[in-house]
């Protein structure tokens, strides 16, 4: 199943592809700003400063999710061999780092109206802090460790370590005292935000999933290039 994979048909998809998701990223981004900047009302405490939370959240989301991803596929590297699963986390990585330091500075810019103060060595906040220190460490490793062996072992060590601060950002902010606001919107159980204020979040997400999934496209077509250019059509 994992066996040989032909790149050649795997790149004649995503060379295509960005241009699609460029235009549906624009139209979807286009209206996640509408809703978020003028549609959405503002927070009866927090007032407008509650805008922040469109680009906040769904930064966080995606910089979470990416590595999530980028571990599942460390392990798949180790587990089946096979070389595809590491160029695809790398492809990931940069997008993800990007929106991970989003996260950051606007939950620095969001808390200094909020708590008072532009940084607190919050449990959340931290253990957002080490998933960036992650995901500089890993990319760091693609461009300055030459052995190819030793290369994928070790961003593969970096991916599956990183996947242990998972659960601790996703539950910081029950496992332990946090200036941190509990999470809103749940998958199994009742979402507590309204749903003026969902919709805009949800489209703002989409909207950043989706330029992820460009830049990830871009970052992996980059790939295949330098792998048909050194003769190797099959990983």
Same mark, same amino acid.
């Given at each position: 199943?994992?066996?040989?994979?032909?790149?050649?048909?795997?790149?004649?998809?995503?060379?295509?592809?960005?241009?699609?998701?460029?235009?549906?990223?624009?139209?979807?981004?286009?209206?996640?700003?509408?809703?978020?900047?003028?549609?959405?009302?503002?927070?009866?405490?927090?007032?407008?400063?509650?805008?922040?939370?469109?680009?906040?959240?769904?930064?966080?989301?995606?910089?979470?999710?990416? /590595?999530?991803?980028?571990? &599942? $596929? +460390?392990?798949?590297?180790?587990?089946? %061999? @096979? #070389?595809?699963?590491? *160029?695809?986390?790398?492809?990931?990585?940069?997008?993800?780092?990007?929106?991970?330091?989003?996260?950051?500075?606007?939950?620095?810019?969001?808390?200094?109206?909020?708590?008072?103060?532009?940084?607190?060595?919050?449990?959340?906040?931290?253990?957002?802090?080490?998933?960036?220190? /992650?995901?500089?460490?890993? &990319? $760091? +490793?693609?461009?300055?460790?030459?052995? %190819? @062996? #030793?290369?994928?072992? *070790?961003?593969?060590?970096?991916?599956?370590?990183?996947?242990?601060?998972?659960?601790?950002?996703?539950?910081?902010?029950?496992?332990?005292?946090?200036?941190?606001?509990?999470?809103?919107?749940?998958?199994?159980?009742?979402?507590?935000?309204?749903?003026?204020?969902?919709?805009?979040?949800?489209?703002?997400?989409?909207?950043?999933?989706?330029?992820?999934?460009?830049?990830?496209?871009?970052?992996?077509?980059?790939?295949?290039?330098?792998?048909?250019?050194?003769?190797?059509?099959?990983?």
């Amino acid at each position: 199943m994992f066996g040989l994979i032909d790149n050649s048909k795997i790149f004649s998809i995503t060379s295509k592809a960005p241009k699609y998701v460029f235009f549906v990223f624009v139209i979807v981004l286009s209206i996640g700003l509408l809703e978020a900047l003028v549609l959405s009302p503002e927070d009866y405490i927090q007032s407008h400063s509650v805008r922040i939370m469109y680009v906040h959240v769904p930064s966080a989301w995606i910089s979470i999710g990416i /590595f999530l991803l980028i571990g &599942i $596929l +460390s392990i798949g590297s180790v587990i089946f %061999k @096979n #070389k595809i699963f590491s *160029i695809i986390a790398k492809s990931l990585a940069p997008s993800g780092l990007v929106f991970n330091i989003i996260a950051l500075v606007t939950g620095s810019i969001w808390g200094k109206p909020t708590w008072g103060t532009w940084w607190a060595w919050d449990s959340r906040i931290t253990s957002m802090l080490i998933l960036c220190l /992650f995901y500089i460490l890993y &990319i $760091l +490793s693609w461009r300055i460790i030459e052995d %190819k @062996n #030793k290369l994928n072992k *070790i961003t593969s060590l970096i991916g599956m370590l990183g996947l242990i601060n998972i659960p601790i950002i996703k539950f910081s902010v029950d496992w332990w005292s946090t200036l941190h606001q509990p999470s809103s919107v749940r998958l199994l159980e009742k979402t507590t935000i309204h749903s003026s204020m969902l919709v805009p979040l949800t489209l703002m997400t989409a909207a950043f999933a989706l330029f992820s999934l460009l830049i990830f496209l871009m970052k992996y077509n980059t790939e295949m290039i330098k792998i048909k250019n050194k003769g190797l059509d099959r990983l």
